[in-house]
């Protein structure tokens, strides 16, 4: 009966990956106690405090399993691994609760993959073994995907057992009980089984260090054909550049990111290979770094561009960093062919970096922002002797939309309370409008950094009337068309447009006439001359006064003899089809609604 006990749940081994990692272990439990505390409602904590309390106990699974690998693998005594742990936990734990609710978002997401990596590397700090390092990687990766696995398939499975008592006995089973279950499942099984998987010998011989079939297959038959088509496509668009003369694109980045990031895995998942691979794996041996230097001067040369245009954020700090460590890669791995620790070992820094600290992520995003938004405001005499203003001046749309990005960028960011020095009056305790609010009183209206939409295959840029259910003063006129929608839109597989595009149902309107004809806007009475508007031409000269979302005024005059029509758009919308090489395809009017008052 015990050996069967112990075939169905293996205490010894439990036993044994507790002792040895006691930390990752505490951690483990505690969490899963606090969380399964906080389902049955028996403890009460803010919820700001309570998460912040689950990261750090999240934290502390992965550093104290990273303390204890740093430890064996150099031999240290326990009393050092006592204090690497704790005192590393305590530092981490002083970042999670001092940080606010954005940065503890990007640390979140920057140092967990940090301690992973730190976790690859851990025991061979002081060695060069690379096959070894591939063995132990290659272990505790395979266990992380196991246990993900077993986790979930031991969630579903208890679930569905439970689901059956229900059904067959009738026995009310609350749902309280599941969760309990799928948080024991991820919190405490899954991860105590992956720290399970962790070798306990660090040096292996080159028979042990074999690839197994499926990794093979993978490595050979799709990782090394991506990276070839990948490089094949970047060096044919840098051809074109050099022929042309046209700078990368800023979606480039995305790519030369996705080929490094395959090349990369690629030489570490595929190094046992190295010397009997198939005949697209042996050669990216040889040329994937040198050929990463083009990709990654390219890469430099965009997102330069884009920062020196928009500044740093969190997004173009990480490409910026992707930048400098295919940089270091391709130099290292190109003239001195370090070993392939140097590979995770030097991203988990950066990560480390980047999380952490004046130099992190968010810290340099947030200083960055605030020195291109006291730019804007001196040079547009909105900040004047460090005091917000209302400018007389007119500001540029470019610098409006900028302004009123940035301002949208510190509010997301909980940090609009940056600019209390800068408001009129006293600081302390003073309220720090939205951005919107903020923008009138620096003298304009907020312009939304999502007015144009883009991403799809086409890009729109809408310009609104105020209110439009607001009533019309029609004094002065003796009939009144309300709101008419005009649709232009015609496919690009058209040659030519229809010849008349709209016009207004004579069952509508006895006596009124209006049709869209040869871009003309034609508005009248039946018996009479039409007044003809150029709509197309209004609409632009809109659009180059100002494209911004602003709500305006947007009115036509215009008399043929003693029939006056006065015109009153609701919306107007241009529109532009983005195709490969046509990024600078000019707009087209699509549809605009509009009222008539008529006159005779």
């Known amino acids: 009966m015990m050996s069967l006990f112990k075939k169905l749940f293996p205490v010894d081994d439990l036993r044994r990956t507790v002792r040895r990692f006691p930390g990752s272990a505490v951690c483990s439990f505690t969490l899963f106690i606090l969380v399964l505390l906080s389902i049955h409602e028996i403890i009460d904590l803010d919820e700001n405090v ?84 591939w063995f132990y990687n290659r272990q505790i990766w395979q266990g992380a995907g196991v246990a993900i696995a077993a986790g979930l398939l031991w969630g579903a499975g208890i679930s569905a057992a439970l689901g059956s008592i229900r059904y067959l006995f009738e026995v009310k089973i609350g749902p309280e009980i599941y969760r309990d279950i799928w948080v024991f499942a991820m919190t405490v099984f899954a991860p105590l089984y992956a720290l399970s998987w962790v070798p306990e010998k660090y040096k292996y011989s080159e028979e042990d260090c074999h690839a197994p079939p499926q990794l093979s297959f993978m490595i050979n038959w799709v990782f090394a054909p991506l990276v070839v088509v990948y490089m094949l496509i970047l060096y044919a668009y840098f051809i074109k ?9 800023g979606q480039l980045s995305y790519m030369i990111t996705a080929f490094g990031g395959v090349g990369v895995l690629t030489y570490l998942a595929g190094w046992p290979l190295r010397e009997t691979g198939g005949p697209l794996l042996k050669p990216i041996y040889k040329v994937f770094f040198p050929a990463l230097f083009i990709p990654v001067g390219m890469q430099a040369i965009s997102i330069y561009l884009r920062l020196d245009q928009y500044g740093v954020t969190e997004q173009r700090y990480l490409v ?24 995770t070992g030097s991203l988990a820094l950066m ?4 999380a952490l600290g004046p130099l992190s992520a968010p810290n340099v995003s947030e200083r960055s922002q605030m020195g291109r938004l006291e730019a804007l405001l001196v040079a547009n005499d909105i900040l004047v002797d460090e005091k917000i203003v209302k400018t007389e001046k007119t500001i540029s749309f470019e610098d409006r939309k900028s302004i009123s990005s940035i301002l949208d960028f510190l509010r997301e960011r909980k940090k609009l309370d940056r600019l209390k020095l800068w408001l009129p009056g006293s600081p302390e305790g003073s309220f720090v409008p939205y951005p919107r609010e903020m923008t009138k009183k620096m003298g304009f209206e907020f312009v939304g950094s999502y007015q144009r939409k883009q991403g799809r295959a086409s890009e729109n840029v809408r310009l609104n009337a105020p209110n439009k259910m607001k009533v019309t003063n029609v004094s002065g006129y ?46 009248g009475l039946y018996g009479r001359d039409l007044v003809a ?38 919306h107007i919308n241009l529109r532009r089809d983005i195709v490969q090489g046509e990024e600078d395809a000019p707009y087209k009017l699509n549809d605009f609604s509009f009222k008539a008052l008529i006159d005779y």
């Open 351 to 354: 990560l480390l970096v980047a």
């Open 533 to 570: 508007f150029d709509v197309v031409r209004f609409a632009f000269e809109e659009f180059e006064r100002d494209p911004s979302d602003v709500r305006r005024h947007m009115v036509l005059e215009k008399a043929q003899g003693d029939l006056r029509v006065r015109l009153i758009f609701n």
């Open 50 to 133: 309570f998460s912040r309390i689950l990261v750090i106990l999240v934290y502390g699974f992965f550093w104290f399993g990273l303390a204890r690998l740093l430890v064996e693998g150099k031999s240290w005594s326990l009393n050092r691994e006592r204090l690497l742990g704790y005192g590393g936990f305590a530092v981490l734990a002083a970042f999670v609760f001092i940080g606010s609710g954005f940065s503890l978002v990007w640390l979140l997401v920057l140092m967990i993959p940090a301690l992973l990596l730190g976790i690859s590397v851990g025991p061979y700090v002081e060695s060069d073994d690379n096959l070894s390092f």
């Open 320 to 343: 910026a960093l992707s930048t400098v460590w295919f940089a270091l890669l391709a130099v290292g791995y190109t003239f001195k062919k370090p070993s392939l620790k140097f590979i």
């Open 478 to 523: 003796k009939l009144f068309l309300n709101s008419q929608y005009v649709s232009l839109h015609w496919s690009r597989q058209d040659r030519e447009p229809p010849t008349r595009r709209w016009a207004l149902k004579s069952d509508d309107h006895e006596k009124v006439v209006a049709y869209y004809e040869n871009d003309k806007l034609y508005v």
């Open 241 to 249: 550049i050099a022929l042309v003369g046209e700078l990368p694109r």
